[in-house]
């Protein structure tokens, strides 16, 4: 198996109430590692590019003002699956329906304040990460840990 990269974007609303740390906190505890993280203000130009797909919905504006309230923090985390692993702990998108346990049914109670972006698939993450990350703002280097996240026969470094 190889490790799979995935976009985070700490959102505004994570951001005011001060849940960064409590945020990545739960990611590297998973045995997720951490590849880039930086703090950034959106732009109306950048959430057309990234939000794309929402263009014509009747909310778009709303999302796209919500995002740019105050500056985000963008990581790329990495691990087998981890798009997957990543979306699993964040859980629904509608904060007031996701499980207790996940990021969103811990942290939220909103459908549009709702904490963190995550990628929806690989292809999605290769594209997500090349908008916010240049490539020298991705690092590689092998956790101590490596070890003891995977058994031997589920990723060789």
């Keep these: 198996m190889s490790l799979e990269r995935t976009l985070v974007i700490l959102k505004p609303s994570a951001i ?13 505890r998973k045995g997720l590692r ?13 959430l057309n590019e990234h939000y794309a797909h929402l263009k014509d919905r ?4 709303r999302v796209k003002d919500s995002m740019m309230a105050s500056p985000v923090i963008v990581c790329c985390y990495e691990g087998v699956d981890a798009v997957q692993i990543v979306r699993s702990m964040t859980g ?10 996940t990021i969103r049914g ?11 972006h995550t990628s929806d698939s690989p292809k999605t993450a290769a594209e997500e990460l090349a ?11 092998k956790l ?4 003891f996240l995977y058994y031997s026969d589920e990723y060789q470094l």
């Design 58 to 61: 009747p909310f778009f504006q």
């Design 34 to 46: 951490l590849a880039g993280i930086k703090m950034m203000q959106l732009t109306d130009d950048l």
């Design 106 to 116: 811990d942290y939220c109670v909103s459908a549009q304040e709702n904490i963190v």
């Design 92 to 101: 629904a998108t509608n904060g007031r329906v996701a499980v207790p346990g």
């Design 144 to 147: 101590c840990t490596h070890p």
């Design 131 to 141: 908008r916010f990350f240049k490539p020298e703002e991705i690092f590689d280097y």
């Design 16 to 28: 005011q109430r001060g849940l960064a740390g409590e945020i990545t906190h739960r990611f590297e």
